[in-house]
């Protein structure tokens, strides 16, 4: 055996490459870009499996290498993703929390920001209205006082439940209907966001963004600009089906002439009823226009339960229904995003192959 020499982080080198062979839970974190928190919950979910016979938590580099590989979305880089639809009481916000919960629970570090006025997001984390720093303080500020601020505006979900030291939120208040009219007249005010998400690209794993119903100005181009996807929540009704033909027309030029990037996730229905035809040949006519994911939210009273109490459903109620059709659209959403990656992955090899 080669002697091995143990550095701070608990690494044990091997003596004649220097590279590291076993790694504590410190160098686990370095390498997987992740904070010993963080890594602690992966243990204690069952994500990660720490050496065998081994007392304290240690882990082979081959291993997270591998463990990295498998996971494709954990090494890259942040996934911003905006739900919106100009109709309102679709579910926007109900999907941004319960996707958030569900991402974090996973071990992904996850920041919701609530764009929204009415700040039903921040109510139910108690945030709306602060005296202290809001989304309106962010955006209002940014420019003269950069990261400063940002770092001041990001606040904890506090609970000690699990999922909630990976779940950030930037808060709303009643005051952003005014700073969208005054952002609306400044030349940047399309892509202050995305400049602003720039500077934090590197902490979390995704950012979930909470628009305000009614609105197709500023309030929705300004996080169009600043995501890679868009998931668009909808009920089952012709009303919902029309706001939706109209709002695909304003993405597909935002796609066009503003951000190339923003992929369309799909639809997601809500508030769906297996046994109602008429759901069933909305879908199907929404299908023909926009992908539609699999998974249906189906009509459940819990969700208003959840809502009372100001908790995620997985945690209010983990063995219902509900909480398994959000899992599985949080495996969907997961599954879809690895797809479009490989499939622009594979673009851009072509296009190095192509010489282009
Ligand atoms: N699957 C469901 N079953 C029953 N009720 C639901 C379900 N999903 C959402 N709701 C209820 O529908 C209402 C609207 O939901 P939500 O606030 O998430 O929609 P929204 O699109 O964010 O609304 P707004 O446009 O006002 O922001 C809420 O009262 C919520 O509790
Ligand atoms: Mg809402």
Not at 210 to 217: A, E, G, K, Q, V
Not at 226 to 247: G, H, Q, T, W, Y
Request: hydrophobic residues 40%; charged residues 25%.
């Amino acid at each position: 055996m080669e002697p091995k020499e143990i550095t701070k982080y608990g690494i044990e080198l091997n003596n004649d490459s220097l590279k590291p062979l076993i790694v504590d839970l410190e160098g686990a974190a370095i390498l997987l870009g992740r904070s010993v928190a963080q890594i602690r919950r992966l243990i204690k979910i069952g994500e990660l499996v720490p050496m065998p016979g081994v007392r304290r938590n240690r882990f082979e580099v081959e291993y997270l290498k591998q463990w990295m590989a498998s996971k494709r979305l954990y090494s890259g880089a942040m996934k911003v993703i905006t739900l919106a639809n100009q109709k309102g009481g679709v579910s926007k916000t109900t999907t941004t929390l319960n996707i958030g919960y569900d991402l974090a629970s996973r071990g992904y570090k996850v920041l919701l920001i609530d764009l929204d006025p009415q700040g039903s997001l921040s109510v139910i984390f108690d945030v709306y209205n602060l005296s202290d720093f809001t989304i309106y303080d962010l955006l209002d500020k940014f420019i003269t006082n950069k990261m400063n601020i940002i770092k001041q505006v990001i606040k904890p979900t506090i609970d000690s439940a699990a999922g909630h030291e990976n779940l950030f939120i930037i808060p709303c208040s009643d005051k952003m209907s005014d700073m969208f009219d005054s952002l609306n007249k400044r030349p940047g005010g399309k892509v202050l966001l995305k400049h602003i998400l720039l500077g934090i690209k590197d902490e979390y794993d995704f950012v979930l963004i909470d628009t305000p119903p009614l609105r197709l100005d500023l309030a929705i181009q300004m996080p169009l600009n600043a995501s890679n996807f868009v998931l668009i929540p909808m009920i089952p009704d012709k009303l919902s089906f029309d706001a939706m033909e109209r709002f695909k027309e304003i993405l597909n030029e935002i796609i066009y002439f503003e951000n190339p990037d923003l992929n369309i996730l799909g639809c997601l229905f809500s508030l769906y009823k297996d046994n109602l035809p008429a759901h069933a040949i909305i879908r199907e006519q929404t299908e023909l226009q926009i992908p539609v994911f699999k998974t249906n939210i189906p009509y459940r009273t819990q969700v208003y339960e959840a809502h009372l109490v100001k908790q995620p459903l997985a945690k209010f109620i983990s063995a219902s229904d509900i909480a398994v059709f959000y899992s599985q659209l949080t495996d969907e959403i997961l599954d879809s995003i690895g797809d479009i990656i490989d499939k622009q992955k594979h673009l851009n090899e072509e296009e190095v192959m192509n010489g282009n």
